[in-house]
């Protein structure tokens, strides 16, 4: 008798577990099922994607000069796009622009015309406009040439202007005949696209922050583990290369089916450790043969 009320809350246990990662996988579980979609990936997919433009010597990154060279290669680009004090839409990596423009200043509280008078790295190359690297990815109306590659958009949200980036970067992307999909480690991103354009491909950028100090502990979890995929529903997900065997990875894009895209890759072997997987390389610091 004893032996089977044992038996039977072990029973019990184990179906409530069970239930219980049931019901995380179908929290965290990824879009599926969309056909347009589905044929996006498989052309994202195709390509190679230079982070920050197939920048170096007399081309740095984000800028036109890098995003033509890595055109020209075949390459797709990974941008990064911010939205100015005056709602324009710049691109560069970080909101600080000393790094790359000799100076100290945040995009976020400059207009585009204070932006347009700093250098990057000292070259003579400006910060783009959005509409400017865009222009370089350009799908020839005619069909009479061959497609660009793809642009892998990331949006950096800086305080609560998410709703208002994603505005203004959308409008840009309408306006433009680009192949493209979004990311961004903001999970309100991918909400607002979630909400009001599904039938853009979304992904959710993430590594493992637990060694991160500057960010709030339970941001650190949430952001390593995926947490956010329960409201954002991304298409794929976009780790770190050097995290990506962690259990976040193996779950979401092993276990439920996200599509995976790993970055930064920097030699030619991670490379193909990464093709080998799969995944999509967004790579840095070499010319892939």
């Known amino acids: 008798m004893k032996a089977g009320k044992i038996l039977g809350a072990a029973a019990?246990?184990?179906?409530?577990?069970?239930?219980?990662?049931?019901?995380?996988?179908?929290?965290?579980?990824?879009?599926?099922?969309?056909?347009?979609?589905?044929?996006?990936?498989?052309?994202?997919?195709?390509?190679?994607?230079?982070?920050?433009?197939?920048?170096?010597?007399?081309?740095?990154?984000?800028?036109?000069?890098?995003?033509?060279?890595?055109?020209?290669?075949?390459?797709?680009?990974?941008?990064?796009?911010?939205?100015?004090?005056?709602?324009?839409?710049?691109?560069?990596?970080?909101?600080?622009?000393?790094?790359?423009?000799?100076?100290?200043?945040?995009?976020?509280?400059?207009?585009?015309?204070?932006?347009?008078?700093?250098?990057?790295?000292?070259?003579?190359?400006?910060?783009?406009?959005?509409?400017?690297?865009?222009?370089?990815?350009?799908?020839?109306?005619?069909?009479?040439?061959?497609?660009?590659?793809?642009?892998?958009?990331?949006?950096?949200?800086?305080?609560?202007?998410?709703?208002?980036?994603?505005?203004?970067?959308?409008?840009?992307l309408d306006n433009h005949l680009v192949r493209y999909c979004v990311e961004s480690f903001d999970p309100r991103v991918l909400v607002w696209l979630r909400r009001h354009r599904p039938e853009v491909m979304r992904g959710q950028l993430a590594q493992n922050f637990l060694e991160e100090d500057w960010r709030p502990f339970h941001q650190r979890i949430g952001g390593t583990v995926l947490l956010g995929n329960a409201a954002t529903r991304p298409d794929f997900v976009a780790y770190r290369f050097c995290d990506r065997e962690g259990a976040p990875v193996r779950i979401s894009c092993g276990l439920l089916g996200a599509h995976l895209v790993e970055w930064t890759i920097c030699s030619a072997e991670d490379l193909a450790r990464c093709e080998a997987e799969g995944a999509v390389p967004i790579f840095e610091g070499f010319l892939p043969a």
């Open 12 to 172: 019990i246990v184990a179906g409530s577990a069970a239930a219980a990662c049931a019901a995380t996988c179908a929290a965290l579980a990824p879009r599926r099922g969309n056909p347009v979609l589905d044929q996006q990936w498989r052309e994202i997919a195709r390509y190679r994607y230079a982070h920050r433009g197939l920048h170096g010597e007399g081309a740095p990154e984000n800028s036109v000069a890098a995003f033509l060279r890595a055109r020209d290669h075949g390459f797709g680009v990974e941008l990064d796009v911010h939205l100015t004090a005056d709602g324009e839409l710049a691109v560069i990596h970080d909101s600080e622009i000393e790094r790359m423009c000799g100076y100290a200043g945040v995009a976020e509280e400059m207009t585009m015309a204070e932006l347009r008078e700093c250098r990057l790295a000292g070259t003579d190359e400006q910060i783009p406009t959005f509409d400017e690297a865009l222009a370089v990815y350009e799908c020839d109306p005619t069909g009479e040439t061959e497609l660009p590659a793809p642009v892998i958009v990331e949006l950096k949200t800086r305080g609560k202007n998410a709703a208002a980036l994603c505005e203004k970067a959308m409008a840009c």
